[in-house]
Nanobody
Framework: QVQLVESGGGLVQPGGSLRLSCAAS????????MGWYRQLPGKQRELVAL???????HYVDFVKGRFTISRDHAKNTVELQMNSLQPEDTAVYYC???????????WGQGTQVTVSS
């Protein structure tokens, strides 16, 4: 049974930082394409950043230079360091683990990030 559990969300002022963590069990993060997605109120879920099994990273334009995705092999986690947060970053952030070769994808329950003064 694969489980992804996100943590680290919360309320932060504009310009502040948060670090999200996704703890995986039942799978090894380095064997998956790991991604962070977000869902703004009333909008569809969208990709924020991902890391391939080889460690390559991809960021969408609106987070480039502000967010960094990383993984910790020892802890079997994937993290998202978010800097220079703005109110438009307010969303529920989800962790995803994907094995396209098997056609499987897992989601965490999400963690709320609110950027407000």
């Amino acid at each position: 049974q694969v489980q992804l559990v996100e943590s680290g969300g919360g309320l932060v002022q504009p310009g502040g930082s948060l670090r999200l963590s996704c703890a995986a069990s039942g799978t090894i993060v380095s064997a998956n394409i790991m991604g962070w997605y977000r869902q703004l109120p009333g909008k569809q879920r969208e990709l924020v950043a991902l890391m391939t099994t080889g460690g390559a990273t991809h960021y969408v334009d609106f987070v480039k230079g502000r967010f960094t995705i990383s993984r910790d092999h020892a802890k079997n986690t994937v993290e998202l360091q978010m800097n220079s947060l703005q109110p438009e970053d307010t969303a529920v952030y989800y962790c995803n683990a994907r094995r396209p070769e098997y056609g499987i994808s897992y989601w965490g329950q999400g963690t709320q990030v609110t950027v407000s003064s």
